[in-house]
């Protein structure tokens, strides 16, 4: 669909949907929803729950950001309570496919010490974490 060429543009570079590792939506962590819009899941890069458009490219239209918001809202109260936390909508890494976090405070200390989740088998649920040996 987009054209290869010289197009410019705020420089986001051109991924297809086969390339990319949101639309891929490979298990490895905790999911704590899925429906027709998004998924939300434990990032693997930063352990923080991550609301995913199902759809490849940044382009959501406004009731389906509201929509991804309020579940990883959602997600965010169960992971971490009454702890405070914010919804980050940079996406550093993967420019080209809508992506939210959201993060508490200690979540840089935190990528560096805690153990990480794992997909238990099915969508919410308890939270397991992987087993260190
Ligand atoms: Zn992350
Ligand atoms: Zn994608």
Same mark, same amino acid.
């Given at each position: 669909?987009?054209?290869? #060429?010289? @197009? #410019? #543009? ?9 390339? $990319? ?5 490979? =298990?490895? @962590?905790?999911? !704590?929803?899925?429906?027709?819009? $998004? &998924?939300?899941?434990? $990032? ?5 729950p991550? *609301? *995913?458009?199902?759809?490849? #490219? @940044?382009? /959501? ?8 918001? /309020?579940?990883?809202?959602? /997600?965010?109260?169960? %992971? ?5 936390? @914010?919804?980050?909508? *940079?996406? =550093? ?13 200690? &979540?840089?200390?935190?990528?560096w010490?805690s153990?990480?989740? %794992? !997909?238990?088998? /099915? *969508? ?5 974490l992987?087993?260190?040996t």
């Amino acid at each position: 669909m987009a054209e290869s #060429g010289a @197009t #410019g #543009g705020p420089s986001v570079p051109e991924v297809a949907p086969e390339d $990319c590792e949101l639309c891929e939506a490979a =298990r490895f @962590t905790h999911w !704590y929803h899925e429906d027709d819009v $998004c &998924w939300v899941a434990d $990032c693997e890069a930063c352990d923080c729950p991550m *609301v *995913v458009w199902k759809q490849h #490219g @940044t382009a /959501a239209p406004d009731d389906d950001i509201e929509h991804m918001m /309020a579940q990883l809202a959602a /997600a965010g109260r169960e %992971r971490f309570g009454d702890d405070p936390f @914010t919804i980050d909508r *940079v996406m =550093r890494q993967i420019p080209w496919h809508f992506h939210a976090h959201a993060r508490d405070r200690r &979540w840089q200390q935190r990528r560096w010490s805690s153990q990480p989740s %794992r !997909y238990s088998g /099915a *969508v919410g649920g308890p939270r397991l974490l992987i087993e260190t040996t």
